[in-house]
């Protein structure tokens, strides 16, 4: 059985940092891009950040460039997501996903997709 499973989330103050992690079994996902989404309450799910398989690209929703990096360990089947200076905004289920196909999952349409972790961002 495929698997994503996310952890790392909880509640953190205002300008605190959090690291999500993602850890991938039932088959390798080394050659597949992998990302993060987020869903906050009463919201559509939308596209964090992404990173292609030999880690030499990634791309941010505008909103936390500058503040959150992926990041990932082909070795551990494992994708990251470090969160600094987070923002009560920032609150949301955080979903991992993987696609062979970067625009495919930077779309929303990865195959695979974890179940979620929250984070609670408090002012």
């Known amino acids: 059985q495929v698997q994503l499973v996310e952890s790392g989330g909880g509640l953190v103050q205002a300008g605190g940092s959090l690291r999500l992690s993602c850890v991938g079994s039932?088959?390798?996902?080394?050659?597949?891009?992998m990302g993060w989404f987020r869903q906050a309450p009463g919201k559509e799910r939308e596209f964090v950040a992404v990173?292609?398989?030999?880690?030499?690209?990634?791309s941010y929703t505008d909103s936390v460039k500058g503040r959150f990096s992926v990041s990932r360990d082909n070795a551990k089947n494992t994708v990251y997501l470090q969160m600094n200076s987070l923002k009560p905004e920032d609150t949301a289920v955080y979903y991992c996903?993987?696609?062979?196909?970067?625009?495919?999952?930077?779309?929303?349409?990865?195959?695979?997709w974890g179940q979620g972790t929250q984070v609670t961002v408090s002012s």
């Open positions: 996903a993987a696609d062979q196909d970067i625009v495919t999952l930077s779309r929303g349409g990865a195959r695979y």
């Open positions: 039932g088959r390798t996902f080394s050659s597949d891009a």
């Open positions: 990173i292609s398989w030999l880690s030499r690209s990634t």
